[in-house]
T-cell receptor
Framework: QKEVEQDPGPLSVPEGAIVSLNCTYS??????FMWYRQYSRKGPELLMY????GNKEDGRFTAQVDKSSKYISLFIRDSQPSDSATYLC????????????FGTGTRLLVSP | EAGVTQFPSHSVIEKGQTVTLRCDPI?????LYWYRRVMGKEIKFLLH????????ESGMPNNRFLAERTGGTYSTLKVQPAELEDSGVYFC???????????FGDGTRLSIL
């Protein structure tokens, strides 16, 4: 069983829709939770990160962590075609951002 | 500020040959990480340098892989001899310290024929 599970998609939505991306994990030692965006032929680009449980908002993006359920989410409001990319969740333990454990990524397609 | 830079962007070699990948981290970042993504799988950790010292190399697959970071600046990852299963995308990331998230380069796409 993988430590981090993520639906690979693709997830297709119309422009303006609210997008929900999710990951589940099995290792209760994870304390740091990150979302990366990756465009084709590019490296992962850090979108947001949170420590422990709770919500964090940055513009159109909201990250949520529910440690009791071992479940994290990324919400994208008013989605744009430029949001079309692969979204990767990543996690690490209490020592900080070392040794990230990634999900497989969810491919998102936002149509005009 | 320049980002993490990786060379080459793509390398195609034959099984049994040697390949060396290079990573230039963001200036001032003491932490440097190597990751790999093989086809259809998730990105997986290979190793972590703090300056020139290997902090964690638990993800290195076998002794055909050798990572160095002389002088604590750029890093190289050598694969010798390359095998078919080594094909994938090799990413490098860096961070200023453990309290900061990692920033990734665009990767080196390695194809072993």
């Amino acid at each position: 069983q993988k430590e981090v599970e993520q639906d690979p998609g693709p997830l297709s939505v119309p422009e303006g829709a609210i997008v929900s991306l999710n990951c589940t994990y099995s290792n209760s030692a994870f304390q740091y939770f990150m979302w990366y965006r990756q465009y084709s032929r590019k490296g992962p680009e850090l979108l947001m990160y949170t420590y422990s449980s709770g919500n964090k908002e940055d513009g159109r993006f909201t990250a949520q962590v529910d440690k009791s359920s071992k479940y994290i989410s990324l919400f994208i409001r008013d989605s744009q075609p430029s949001d079309s990319a692969t979204y990767l969740c990543a996690m690490s333990g209490s020592t900080g951002f070392q040794k990230l454990v990634f999900g497989t990524g969810t491919r998102l397609l936002v149509s005009p | 500020e320049a980002g993490v830079t990786q060379f080459p962007s793509h390398s195609v070699i034959e099984k049994g040959q040697t390949v060396t990948l290079r990573c230039d981290p963001i200036s001032g970042h003491d932490n440097l990480y190597w990751y790999r993504r093989v086809m259809g799988k998730e990105i997986k950790f290979l190793l972590h340098f703090v300056k020139e010292s290997k902090q964690d190399e638990s993800g290195m697959p076998n002794n055909r892989f050798l990572a160095e970071r002389t002088g604590g600046t750029y890093s190289t990852l050598k694969v010798q001899p390359a095998e078919l299963e080594d094909s994938g995308v090799y990413f490098c990331a860096s961070s200023r310290n453990d309290g900061q998230p990692q920033h990734f380069g665009d990767g080196t796409r390695l194809s072993i024929l």
